[in-house]
Every structure is written in C-alpha cells, then in structure tokens.
C-alpha cells in the first residue's frame, strides 16, 4: 500500500479524456512537494512525463498534462490514442520515510 | 547523449549476495543523486536507495541494514551491494538519474534479479 493513492485503472474511447488522481498526505504533497508523473509500457524503463507538477520535457505531447491542488494531483490525458495504453505512476518526494522519495502505486490506463 | 547501463543481476539463492553496477555515461555520477528503483514481476515501482551529490544516502525500510549503495567517481559507476538476500527482492532494479525537481530524468533498461532456491 503506497503513501500515494492512484485508482488500480481508468479507461476511456479514443478521442476521449481522462484523468489518473494521485492521492497523498501532508508529508508528501500537501507539504509542498512537487509531484512527478511516469508513463511504461510493457517490459520497458518508465519514461518522465511531467516533472514539477505541470512541466512536459521536451518529447511529451501537450496531450499530457498535469496539476496540484492541496494533498492531491492529477494526470489529464486528452484526445485519448491507442499508444496511450500503459501504466502511468505519480512519484513524489516524503519527508516520512527513510527513502524520502514515494511512487504511487499505478494505474493501468485503458484504451477502449 | 545520457546512458545509464545495468549489469550484475542474475539468479541467487535466498540469504545471498549480489553487486550491481550503473555505468553511466553522458553527465558525472558524481554531480548527481543517483537511485536504484525496482519493480517486483507485475506489481509497482518502489524505491530501493538513493545517494545524494554530497554522498548522503537513503534507503528503503525494506532494505535497510541489507543493501548498500556506493559511488565510483573514477569509473563514473553507481552501485548496489545487496546482501541477505530475500524471495521478495526478486524484482526489475532499474539505475535512475534524479534531477533537481527530484523527478527521475533518465532510466536505465533495468537488470533482473531473482533470489530463488
């Protein structure tokens, strides 16, 4: 169970939006935080997706996007595609733990 | 171009030891946190260990007092002595580059371990 909460899956049409919550506390995002998003695929390394919140690195389509608002933060995905399909994981820094830093536990994105 | 490259996993018997290593190219170990990061077959990411450009280290609750991370400047190599090894350190452990928003930049293609009798 991770300090940071994400729903086991979402779903969605192509064309579609949705959106993947990532949940946490106040030793994480509520403590301000930035919070950071992945997207893997199959047998492959996570790629970075958005970094600081909202920030896309170079490569992302601007299909991606996200935001922060108290204790939570969330992945908007627009214009939903097929190649969408994949695990997505918020990753955030705990002044909690030992490690100091927290993945959520994923989401398994979909694509009707 | 930033290259991270794993090596050393492989099969061992529980209460075993393992290295792996990070070779990485492109950018100075020494300059940056560098994590490992693994992921157990089907299930999640998790955080294994960090060190920090000052040579701090962190470590998971669950692998305290077992795994030790360590840098090699000379060899810009990152590495991971795991010792005691359990079932449930059976995972993808992937080398990650952390930059200075803490988000993980660059990913190594992981090296698979598995602690099996």
């Known amino acids: 169970q991770s300090v940071l909460t994400q729903p086991p899956s979402v779903s969605g049409a192509p064309g579609q939006r949705v959106t993947i919550s990532c949940t946490g506390s106040?030793?994480?995002?509520?403590?301000?935080?930035?919070v950071h998003w992945y997207q893997q695929f199959p047998g492959t390394a996570p790629k970075l997706l958005i970094y600081?919140?909202?920030n896309r690195p170079s490569g992302v389509p601007d299909r991606f996007s996200g935001s922060k608002s108290g204790t939570s933060a969330s992945l908007a995905i627009t214009g939903l595609q097929a190649e969408d399909e994949a695990d997505y994981y918020c990753q955030s820094y705990d002044s909690s733990l030992s490690v100091r830093r927290v993945f959520g536990g994923g989401t398994k994105l979909t694509v009707l | 171009e930033v290259k991270l490259v794993e090596s050393g996993g492989g099969l061992v018997q529980p209460g075993g030891s393992l290295r792996l290593s990070c070779a990485a190219s492109?950018?100075?170990?020494?300059?940056?946190?560098m994590s490992w990061v693994r992921q157990a077959p089907g299930k999640g990411l998790e955080w294994v260990s960090v060190?920090?450009?000052?040579?701090?280290?962190y470590y998971a609750d669950s692998v305290k007092g077992r795994f030790t991370i360590s840098r090699d400047t000379s060899k810009n190599t990152v590495h991971l002595q795991m010792n005691s090894l359990r079932a449930e350190d059976t995972a993808v452990y992937y080398c990650?580059?952390?930059?200075?928003?803490?988000?993980?930049?660059?990913w190594g293609q992981g090296t698979l371990v598995t602690v099996s009798s």
């Open positions: 492109g950018f100075t170990v020494s300059g940056n946190y």
């Open positions: 990650a580059r952390i930059n200075t928003m803490s988000a993980v930049d660059y």
């Open positions: 600081g919140n909202s």
């Open positions: 060190i920090s450009s000052g040579d701090n280290t």
């Open positions: 106040s030793s994480n995002i509520g403590a301000g935080y930035e």
